[in-house]
């Protein structure tokens, strides 16, 4: 597997669904005038690239566009329903999926490999680099060796490459009830300062004695910064200040 740092990607036109439509996707638009991350993978809903390759690229999607990256691509060898419904599963609203479906976009960077021992056919290379209107600057390509190698290609060696000082945003999570003010005002209070977070309310996947195993209270809402109990809407005023 060889590098194209210095060069052009390669010019390709994907058919792509958008809201039921067809549309046809070049790869000027993708990268022309544009700073891109792309990262390339064997395929939609396997388990590396859904546990960790894509979800690492779309957590940290915030942190890309602080240092100049205007958009992040998912690239891989499947066809656009496919990447679709894998975007839907992992709500992966950061990243842009492109379904190289023919293999072309792939062939040309020289990373279509064939993976027909295990009933994939022809399929991506796992990579990622960077590209500037269209020229690659960096490339990093996982080492030829059995198996599905993941070590160089995952968002943080991408980051630390492009800003080794650049810091991940914390993220929060809520546990929360429907109707509840003190709720209202711990997310409100979230949102301000810029914090993204996800809520978990009562009654959906979650009791009074789950809440209570996890944060030792029965109040709510329950919040929880980068893995940190903080507790209810006063002790986050609180921790804020």
């Excluded at 691509?73 to 950061?94: G, Q, R, T, Y």
Aim: proline fraction near 6%; charge should be negative.
């Amino acid at each position: 597997m060889k590098d194209r740092i210095g060069q052009k990607v390669p010019s390709v036109t994907f058919p792509v669904l958008e809201n039921g439509n067809w549309k046809a996707v070049t790869s000027d638009d993708l990268f022309k005038g544009k700073t891109v991350v792309l990262f390339a993978l064997p395929g939609a809903f396997t388990p590396t690239c859904s546990s960790t390759h894509l979800p690492r690229y779309n957590e940290l999607a915030p942190v890309f566009k602080e240092n100049g990256v205007d958009d992040i691509i998912c690239l891989s060898v499947n066809d656009p329903f496919v990447m679709n419904e894998w975007k839907k599963d992992l709500h992966a609203d950061n990243i842009t999926l492109i379904p190289d479906g023919n293999g072309e976009f792939s062939e040309g960077m020289g990373m279509l490999v064939n993976k027909s021992e295990i009933g994939f056919g022809k399929r991506s290379w796992r990579y990622s680099m960077l590209v500037k209107d269209g020229v690659v600057e960096q490339q990093f390509i996982e080492h030829e060796e059995p198996g599905d190698p993941f070590k160089v290609s995952d968002a943080d060696t991408m980051l630390n490459y492009i800003n080794k000082d650049a810091a991940e945003k914390p993220f929060a999570t809520v546990f929360s009830k429907p109707g509840c003010p003190f709720c209202v005002k711990a997310k409100e209070l979230l949102v301000e300062k810029g914090i993204e977070f996800e809520e978990i309310e009562l009654g959906k996947g979650i009791s009074n004695r789950s809440l209570r195993a996890v944060s030792g209270q029965l109040t709510w809402p329950q919040v929880y910064i980068a893995g940190e109990h903080i507790g209810g809407s006063e002790e986050l005023a609180a921790y804020f200040k």
